[in-house]
């Protein structure tokens, strides 16, 4: 009977068995790799699985959905668009008849202008207080720029207002004074066009 020997395994095939261990698992690495990067249809991915590009767009959604504008708002934002067009209106009726016109008129021209642009600066306030605080957050930079033209068409106003003090109205002087009122309430308009455009009101038209 021959005594039983130990069985070992030469030193040369333990190592090609790591070797072949090794490449195995380097393989299976890659492969999941490439399996991640590929998941998606090319698009990064963020941390919730969602592309970048899909992320903007439904923050878009988002932000247009929340500021849009309210049926009541629509009719405020009409009613407000119309008090600015009825202040250049007059702005532009001094600009024409100034230099020429009696004192009367002048007079009674100049305080038609002041109040017509008061009433379009008390709409202006009305809607910009009916914005809700998501609306308010959303057109945060348009509301911004609207306060400084506001600011400016004030400014403009008192001119006019110190014209009217004077014992005589100059025509040349009411003349230049208007006129920077006016352009005061262009701006004052185009930035009530670009909130409307923004809210979705229809039929605004922003001046290029």
Same mark, same amino acid.
């Given at each position: 009977?021959?005594?039983?020997?130990?069985?070992?395994?030469p030193?040369l095939?333990?190592?090609?068995?790591?070797i072949?261990?090794?490449?195995?698992?380097?393989?299976?690495?890659i492969?999941?790799?490439?399996?991640r990067?590929g998941? $998606?249809? $090319?698009?990064?991915? $963020?941390?919730?699985?969602v592309s970048?590009s899909e992320t903007?767009?439904?923050?878009?959604f988002?932000r247009?959905?929340a500021?849009?504008?309210?049926?009541?708002?629509?009719?405020?934002?009409q009613?407000l668009?119309?008090?600015?067009?009825?202040?250049r209106?007059?702005?532009? $009726?001094?600009?024409?008849?100034?230099?020429?016109?009696?004192?009367p008129?002048?007079?009674?021209?100049s305080?038609?202008l002041?109040?017509?642009?008061?009433?379009a600066q008390?709409e202006?306030?009305?809607?910009?207080?009916?914005?809700?605080?998501?609306?308010?957050?959303?057109?945060?930079?348009?509301i911004?720029?609207l306060?400084?033209?506001?600011s400016?068409?004030?400014k403009?106003n008192?001119a006019i207002?110190?014209?009217?003090?004077?014992?005589?109205v100059?025509?040349?002087?009411l003349?230049?004074?208007?006129?920077?009122?006016?352009?005061?309430?262009?701006?004052?308009?185009?930035?009530?066009?670009?909130?409307?455009?923004?809210?979705?009101?229809p039929?605004?038209?922003?001046?290029?």
């Amino acid at each position: 009977m021959i005594p039983p020997q130990n069985f070992q395994v030469p030193k040369l095939n333990r190592l090609a068995l790591l070797i072949c261990g090794i490449l195995l698992s380097l393989n299976a690495t890659i492969m999941l790799a490439q399996h991640r990067g590929g998941r $998606g249809g $090319g698009g990064k991915s $963020g941390p919730t699985g969602v592309s970048d590009s899909e992320t903007e767009q439904s923050k878009g959604f988002k932000r247009a959905a929340a500021i849009q504008a309210r049926p009541e708002q629509i009719t405020q934002f009409q009613q407000l668009t119309k008090s600015d067009q009825v202040a250049r209106k007059s702005a532009q $009726g001094i600009l024409e008849h100034a230099e020429n016109a009696d004192q009367p008129d002048l007079f009674h021209s100049s305080k038609s202008l002041t109040d017509a642009v008061e009433e379009a600066q008390s709409e202006n306030q009305q809607f910009l207080q009916s914005l809700s605080d998501l609306q308010k957050s959303g057109l945060k930079d348009f509301i911004k720029k609207l306060g400084k033209a506001n600011s400016d068409v004030t400014k403009e106003n008192k001119a006019i207002s110190r014209e009217l003090e004077r014992s005589k109205v100059d025509g040349k002087q009411l003349a230049t004074a208007t006129k920077k009122l006016d352009n005061a309430l262009a701006d004052f308009q185009a930035k009530h066009a670009a909130i409307g455009a923004e809210m979705g009101i229809p039929g605004v038209t922003v001046p290029q």
